[in-house]
């Protein structure tokens, strides 16, 4: 809720900010848009996140941090394991294209973190991601509220809000209040403003239910358990409030007949649903690594888990595997998945737990979400977000001091001379 001056760097525009609010955007705009409409969007933000990166790395303009870029090896490591195995791939031209299209996002992504490093102070830097993050996954909050949908429904499950499906609605309705609440936590805010917040945040609640998104009940969930269990920085009557709002949602959400989650219970049970389509899919690809032991190594190649599926399962799928951590095993094989679950995931969460969770609720559903969706691919609706934030767990605990110390302490040095 509190976005004052997040483009600006004092008093002048900072438009790197700029263009990576337009990058991060363009993806939350584009899925509300179909046939040619979505494929000039797609090609103006590869267009865009090639001019953003050629920004970063040509004119930064004056830094005010020194900052050691040693971690840049964890974006050359991944990026280099997937370029290894891509020649053993399913259908090398398409993976080839595919992993092409897609570095040139991975890799601004991570210089974008090094330039906020280098011009802002560690915390301040994550506050300017989450305002950017909240104000940006606003815009399908927006359409959501503007339809009226919250206020005139029980069940939108499946449906479309506007230009989103429902599913699209729960996540940013989930990544708006974790952000937003964070923003609200560690950022001054007037009066009227926490008023706005506290009943824009039970609008939205009340839409993640109607929603019936599962991976959106999952983040939001881990998100209060951190926010109750670990949180200093709120006093004791709000975490009771927010386990009551939360409680009484859940309540709600199992006892009511008339819950989006019961009527799909319901509809499972008329069709006999014996299962998820995408775990059995799953299965199969595990059942694939386990006959061929090479294929587990080298993946289907990069974005080839239906090819893959097809070639050696026997299986024609329109579905991708819908988890993004699986995604890089299916892609890239087993040294891909381990070197990305250590140094990107795992890094991520216990650098969260050690400095964060105290303090901000935003991870728990940025990482829980993309194991129920896919978003390694740079179109993907959370994969911004996603990988900016492992970008930022990667690099955060470097070395990081201003310049000014630094040509202070050259300038005692050559008086001590």
Sequence with gaps: MQWHNVFRNQQRWNWHL???????????????????SFQAAKLFRTG????SLAGILLAQGQIKYIFNQGKNWVLYGFVGLNVVVLPFSVEVSRSFGRILSWIPFLIYTNYFIVYLFR???KDEAKIKLLQIFSLIYFYPVAVMLFTGVAFQSENVYGQYVGAYKANIIGWSCTMFVVMSFDLYANLPMSRWLRYLFFLTSFVVLWAIVLTGSR?????????SLVLVARSRIISTYLKIGASICIIAFAYYIVASPDSVVNLRAKYANIRRQRGEVRFKLAQEAFKVFSEYPNVLITGFGFDGFRAGLERYAGVRTELASHNSYLEVLFSGGIL??????????????LKYLRFDSQYFIFLPALMIIPYFESNLNAGQFLFFPWMTF?????????LQFPVEEMAVSKKKIRIGE
């Design 18 to 36: 700029v263009l990576y609010f337009f990058n991060v955007f363009l993806v939350v705009y584009g899925y509300g848009l179909r046939g040619d």
């Design 336 to 349: 891909c998945f381990l070197f990305f679950l250590i140094f990107y995931a795992i890094n991520a969460f």
């Design 390 to 398: 492992m970008f930022y767990y990667i690099h955060v605990s470097s």
């Design 215 to 223: 991976s959106s009940y999952a983040g939001l969930a881990v998100s």
């Design 48 to 51: 865009l996140v090639v001019v």
């Design 119 to 121: 011009h802002y102070a």
